[in-house]
């Protein structure tokens, strides 16, 4: 219980909020004397949910308040100490702890829960069904969550998506978060023979992921809470619970006596089958502990194959590498080929050069002259090969040789050897520049230039 408050000092403010039924009054006052509202995140019908930070310890956290009204209903209050006792029991990195409870002066009851930022399950599966392998992988560490609070004793009896926090990925590398033990039903009540809130837990329990023992105010152990983890897997592959309704007798009705409608083809056949054990109606019929559940998801992620699954609040997964089109640029930077490719390149061209003197036919000079540019092409790299010459860059006309008698221009006579002799040769290499693909991400302008460097030769008598 808080201390009596001087005039002026934070809890007084805090007080004054508190009597102002205000929910957003409270936020900059400092309650119980080291907790500093920061932001209102919820409110409902029980009480209001802030962010707050611990001014002692600069530690962010959750802060729920109980609406006085509703403190003074013993029931209500019962419910919120349950959830601080169950929540306080359980130490699992996939469940948001309680690290404080108490009560103020006004009657209004404050839990202290972990702080998660993130998304309730509930608002992911609006944006439609998930995954089958996201879906599975949540229902997995919502698995261990249960596995860990059975073990400390505790049936948390309201599992819903709306108490399913998805966050993002943590050092641990989890991202469920399992909230709100209000309703749980703890070990010591059956040494009592029960209280009342472990009666009125199975009355105000959510009709869409009761499992029929709790809808019918029977028996419940844990294997009630793997009923509800059918249901929200269920609701994870297809967008919708099996069943729904205005009614909600008629929606416990179907939880008795209905199968649930078959689930998406592309569903595959060991998570189709998980979840259709999970919402037997009978309890000796479903699966009966949560470590078999890890088990069954285990098996029905291998059939899936090797595919990365990242918190949905985490960016999308992109693929490794993709390819763009790099743009040239008309001021590329200078770049020197190998020596080795140069002079392959004028030695291929002084080779057809000889040709050209030896065997060209007279009759197609412009044929010989095309020939000489294309053999000059194919030394360079693939790259420039393929890429138009610029006009201001193309070879000068080679002349022919001057007209002689036909006879001494056969092959062999002493006329066409003074023609075969060595012409000299001008070489000249221009720059030019050419589109090539590049491996960049997503988001990324990147520009590259490539620089060609091409030799044309020009033969001179």
């Given at each position: 219980?808080?201390?009596?408050?001087?005039?002026?000092?934070?809890?007084?403010?805090?007080?004054?909020?508190?009597?102002?039924?205000?929910?957003?009054?409270?936020?900059?006052?400092?309650?119980?004397e080291?907790?500093?509202?920061?932001?209102?995140?919820?409110?409902?019908?029980?009480?209001?949910?802030?962010?707050?930070?611990?001014?002692?310890?600069?530690?962010?956290?959750?802060?729920?308040?109980?609406?006085?009204?509703?403190?003074?209903?013993?029931?209500?209050?019962?419910?919120?100490?349950?959830?601080?006792?169950?929540a306080?029991?359980?130490?699992?990195?996939?469940?948001?702890?309680?690290t404080?409870?108490?009560?103020?002066?006004?009657?209004?009851?404050?839990?202290?829960?972990?702080?998660?930022?993130?998304?309730?399950?509930?608002?992911?599966?609006?944006?439609?069904?998930l995954?089958?392998?996201?879906?599975?992988?949540?229902?997995?560490?919502?698995?261990?969550?249960?596995?860990?609070?059975?073990?400390?004793?505790?049936?948390?009896?309201?599992?819903k998506?709306?108490?399913?926090?998805?966050?993002e990925?943590?050092?641990?590398?989890?991202?469920?978060?399992?909230?709100?033990?209000?309703?749980?039903k703890?070990?010591?009540?059956?040494?009592?023979?029960?209280s009342?809130?472990?009666?009125y837990?199975?009355?105000?329990?959510?009709?869409?992921?009761?499992?029929?023992?709790?809808?019918g105010?029977?028996?419940?152990?844990h294997?009630?809470?793997?009923?509800?983890?059918?249901?929200?897997?269920?609701?994870?592959?297809?967008g919708?619970?099996?069943?729904?309704?205005?009614?909600?007798?008629?929606?416990?009705?179907k939880?008795?006596?209905?199968?649930?409608?078959?689930?998406?083809?592309?569903?595959?056949?060991?998570?189709?089958?998980?979840?259709?054990?999970?919402?037997?109606?009978?309890?000796?019929?479903?699966i009966?502990?949560?470590?078999?559940?890890?088990?069954?998801?285990?098996?029905a992620?291998?059939?899936?194959?090797?595919?990365?699954?990242?918190?949905?609040?985490?960016?999308?997964?992109?693929?490794?590498?993709?390819?763009?089109?790099?743009?040239?640029?008309?001021?590329?930077?200078?770049?020197?080929?190998?020596?080795?490719?140069?002079?392959?390149?004028?030695?291929?061209?002084?080779?057809?050069?000889?040709?050209?003197?030896?065997?060209?036919?007279?009759?197609?000079?412009?044929?010989?002259?095309t020939?000489?540019?294309?053999?000059?092409?194919?030394?360079?790299?693939?790259?420039?090969?393929?890429?138009?010459?610029?006009?201001?860059?193309?070879?000068?006309?080679?002349?022919?040789?001057?007209?002689?008698?036909?006879?001494?221009?056969?092959?062999?006579?002493s006329?066409?050897?003074?023609?075969?002799?060595?012409?000299?040769?001008?070489?000249?290499?221009r720059?030019?520049?050419?589109?090539?693909?590049?491996?960049?991400?997503?988001?990324?302008?990147?520009?590259?230039r490539?620089?060609?460097r091409?030799?044309?030769?020009?033969?001179?008598?």
């Amino acid at each position: 219980m808080a201390t009596p408050a001087r005039e002026g000092s934070p809890s007084s403010e805090s007080e004054r909020a508190l009597e102002s039924c205000d929910p957003a009054a409270l936020v900059g006052t400092v309650l119980a004397e080291r907790y500093r509202i920061e932001a209102l995140l919820g409110q409902g019908g029980m009480g209001t949910v802030y962010r707050a930070e611990h001014i002692h310890m600069r530690r962010t956290v959750a802060l729920k308040v109980l609406h006085p009204e509703i403190a003074a209903l013993e029931e209500f209050a019962a419910r919120f100490e349950r959830e601080a006792v169950a929540a306080g029991r359980i130490e699992h990195r996939n469940v948001a702890k309680a690290t404080d409870f108490g009560r103020l002066d006004d009657g209004s009851f404050y839990l202290v829960i972990e702080y998660v930022k993130g998304a309730s399950l509930r608002e992911l599966i609006k944006q439609g069904p998930l995954a089958p392998a996201t879906a599975l992988e949540i229902a997995r560490q919502v698995a261990e969550a249960l596995q860990a609070a059975h073990r400390a004793g505790v049936v948390h009896r309201d599992l819903k998506p709306d108490n399913v926090m998805i966050a993002e990925r943590d050092a641990q590398g989890c991202w469920v978060k399992v909230l709100d033990f209000g309703v749980a039903k703890l070990a010591i009540d059956e040494s009592s023979g029960g209280s009342p809130i472990t009666r009125y837990g199975a009355i105000i329990g959510t009709p869409e992921y009761m499992s029929p023992e709790q809808a019918g105010g029977g028996i419940v152990d844990h294997r009630a809470d793997l009923y509800a983890l059918g249901v929200i897997l269920y609701e994870m592959l297809s967008g919708q619970p099996p069943f729904s309704g205005d009614d909600r007798v008629v929606v416990l009705s179907k939880h008795f006596v209905e199968p649930p409608p078959p689930l998406p083809a592309s569903v595959p056949e060991k998570a189709s089958a998980l979840v259709l054990e999970l919402l037997a109606k009978e309890v000796d019929a479903r699966i009966q502990s949560a470590a078999d559940v890890i088990e069954r998801i285990a098996e029905a992620r291998a059939e899936i194959g090797p595919v990365a699954v990242t918190s949905p609040l985490e960016p999308p997964a992109v693929a490794d590498t993709i390819f763009a089109e790099t743009v040239s640029s008309a001021t590329p930077p200078r770049r020197r080929l190998p020596r080795a490719v140069v002079l392959a390149g004028v030695a291929a061209v002084a080779g057809v050069s000889l040709f050209w003197i030896f065997g060209r036919d007279k009759t197609d000079e412009s044929a010989t002259t095309t020939g000489v540019s294309a053999a000059a092409a194919t030394a360079l790299p693939a790259a420039s090969a393929s890429a138009p010459l610029p006009a201001r860059t193309q070879p000068a006309e080679v002349p022919a040789p001057a007209a002689t008698a036909e006879a001494n221009t056969e092959p062999g006579s002493s006329a066409a050897e003074e023609q075969a002799a060595p012409a000299p040769t001008a070489v000249e290499t221009r720059k030019t520049t050419t589109p090539r693909k590049i491996v960049v991400r997503p988001g990324q302008r990147v520009i590259i230039r490539r620089t060609i460097r091409r030799t044309y030769v020009t033969s001179e008598r």
